[in-house]
């Protein structure tokens, strides 16, 4: 899997909450208190299984961070950017 130039993922992640810091993606997320932090964990947890690619997470008692790259590519490439789009999406149905 090729990695995704800096362009095309600041373009991709731009006004998504998600940030471009080095060769990874973060993003991090309130979700007021740790049984709603556990729940926004257990779907982002869905979402990887169903693209067997898995984010590296951080879960603080409100707060979730995520963090996104492909280690065998040593960077960031399409499935990072497919799986933030798809957690982005999610929380824009949380906020809906």
Known sequence: MDR???AAVDAAVAGSGWTREGGRLRHRSRHGGFTGALAF????GRLA???DHHPDIALHWDTVELELWTHSAGGITRADLDLAAAVSALE????A
């Open 4 to 6: 995704v130039d800096d």
């Open 49 to 51: 299984e169903e693209r």
């Open 41 to 44: 964990v257990n779907a982002v």
């Open 92 to 95: 824009g149905a949380r906020e």
